[in-house]
């Protein structure tokens, strides 16, 4: 089992739950506006030690603020939007206290997450299965490509067989010839070579001698042709056993792949409807984890990996920062990366997770802050990783992608805050650029169904 379902599978074991919503957490602003918090939130999210917060860097109210309507999965599908996503976000809103600065309470709406089990085994068997098919897929296509290069090299073989073939027959051709000629003339040279020949017997002796040296030359390339040609049979041979392997163990991997995709597909849908259950119930916090408890070993930017990573290892993307539409009641407030239910989220870079809710119009979603005063926020997830208060390494799983709250399609919305709320996101395209990190679509996701 790969490191991935390892960590994924430790960190979604059923467990008790901390409560992630609206309560617990005083606030007041600042000279500047900006949310100042004493008591568990201050340390909450204090990074651990030798880690200095920028200027924005104080937490505020727990996040968790809905999105205004929906939100676009995949292109074509239509986000909710009108009358009814409209009154969805009133009412959300009218329940929630304001935040510092005019933004919406993060965290009101919707029920607090429970002290439930964090995650049933369905998102357990969904890590299980989506890592089982990025590695089948993997070596699917590892054998696909190495029976190609085997094709081309008994193609090359065979070609180089049938010119030696040629070869081989113009020698014989050659022997034949010479045998005919000494048969007309009795082994002797022709009447005309041996009038010419006979005024000098050593020019005659000479021109036997050369006779038979071209014969025994030519018989000696018959026997080398013949020698290389039988080695390139050799060769084409089990060329032709090697592709037939490689034929038939490839079809064998794209048997398990499908049967693989087949189960993965019942279990997304199986972890899609418990997702939105747990969501309408408030029970989608992740497991307990206080600020006391053990930091975990380095992750990749404290080893000499990378301080940033994207949120999903493979994507297509789709609505992006800003943009607008009939879809949202204002301007698309992150990116969207289209991805299958189940696809593991990870924490695009080191961070203290400030919240974990439920219900809204983000359905189940993340808020990790990071060193400096950034907010990451992971939404619409189907199951989650972590807890409120734990702190996550660059790259860790924090959950997996689903389609919970205003959502038609599955896919991760991922936003870049300056503070918990919403409205003070900057483009997460750029933003992770500026670290390094470029983000592409993959062509195909790593499951060989939808991209993701």
């Given at each position: 089992m790969s490191v991935l379902v390892m960590a994924v599978c430790v960190l979604l074991v059923p467990g008790p739950a901390v409560a992630a919503g609206a309560g617990g957490t005083a606030a007041t602003a600042g000279p500047a506006g900006s949310p100042v918090v004493s008591g568990e939130a201050a340390e909450m999210a204090a990074p651990p030690p030798g880690e200095r917060p920028g200027a924005e860097g104080r937490a505020g109210p727990e996040p968790g603020d809905p999105?205004?309507?929906?939100?676009?999965?995949?292109?074509?599908h239509p986000e909710q939007s009108g009358p009814e996503a409209a009154g969805h976000a009133h009412s959300e809103d009218s329940t929630a206290p304001a935040a510092p600065g005019g933004g919406s309470r993060a965290g009101a709406a919707g029920p607090e997450p429970s002290h439930g089990p964090a995650v049933t085994s369905t998102s357990a068997e969904v890590a299980?299965?989506?890592?089982?098919?990025?590695?089948?897929?993997?070596?699917?296509?590892?054998?696909?490509r190495a029976a190609g290069v085997q094709r081309a090299a008994l193609a090359r073989l065979q070609e180089q067989l049938a010119r030696r073939r040629t070869e081989v027959a113009s020698l014989h051709d050659a022997v034949g010839a010479i045998a005919r000629d000494q048969y007309r003339t009795g082994g002797q040279l022709t009447a005309t070579a041996g009038l010419l020949l006979a005024r000098d017997p050593d020019e005659l002796m000479r021109g036997r001698r050369a006779a038979r040296q071209a014969e025994t030359a030519v018989q000696r390339l018959l026997a080398r042709a013949g020698a290389a040609a039988e080695q390139l049979a050799s060769a084409e041979e089990r060329?032709?056993?090697?592709?037939?392997?490689?034929?038939?163990?490839?079809?064998?991997?794209?048997?398990?792949?499908?049967?693989?995709?087949?189960?993965?597909?019942?279990?997304?849908?199986?972890?899609?409807?418990?997702?939105?259950a747990r969501a309408a119930?408030?029970?989608?916090?992740?497991?307990?984890?206080?600020?006391?408890?053990?930091?975990?070993?380095?992750?990749?930017?404290?080893?000499?990996?990378?301080?940033?990573?994207?949120?999903?290892?493979?994507?297509?993307l789709s609505a992006s920062f800003g943009s607008g539409g009939e879809r949202w009641a204002h301007r698309h407030t992150g990116q969207d990366f289209a991805v299958d239910i189940g696809t593991p989220?990870?924490?695009?870079?080191?961070?203290?997770?400030?919240?974990?809710?439920?219900?809204?119009?983000?359905?189940?979603?993340?808020?990790?802050?990071?060193?400096?005063?950034?907010?990451?926020?992971?939404?619409?997830?189907?199951?989650?990783?972590?807890?409120?208060?734990?702190?996550?390494?660059?790259?860790q799983v924090i959950g997996l992608a689903g389609s919970t709250g205003n959502s038609t399609g599955p896919h991760l919305h991922f936003e870049v805050r300056l503070t918990p709320y919403l409205g003070s996101g900057v483009d997460p395209a750029g933003w992770l650029r500026e670290r390094g990190v470029a983000l592409v679509s993959a062509s195909a996701s790593a499951s060989g169904s939808d991209p993701g």
């Open positions: 999105e205004r309507t929906g939100f676009t999965g995949h292109p074509g299980r299965l989506f890592e089982a098919a990025v590695e089948i897929t993997a070596a699917h296509e590892r054998s696909r060329a032709r056993r090697a592709r037939h392997d490689l034929d038939v163990r490839t079809a064998r991997l794209a048997r398990v792949r499908q049967g693989l995709e087949r189960r993965l597909e019942a279990a997304r849908w199986a972890l899609g409807n418990e997702a939105e119930a408030g029970t989608c916090a992740g497991p307990a984890r206080g600020a006391a408890g053990p930091e975990p070993g380095p992750g990749p930017g404290a080893s000499g990996g990378p301080a940033w990573v994207p949120p999903v290892d493979r994507y297509q989220v990870r924490s695009v870079g080191a961070g203290r997770v400030l919240s974990v809710s439920c219900a809204g119009a983000f359905g189940i979603q993340i808020v990790v802050r990071h060193p400096g005063g950034y907010y990451t926020q992971y939404a619409h997830l189907s199951a989650v990783a972590v807890g409120r208060r734990e702190w996550v390494r660059t790259g």
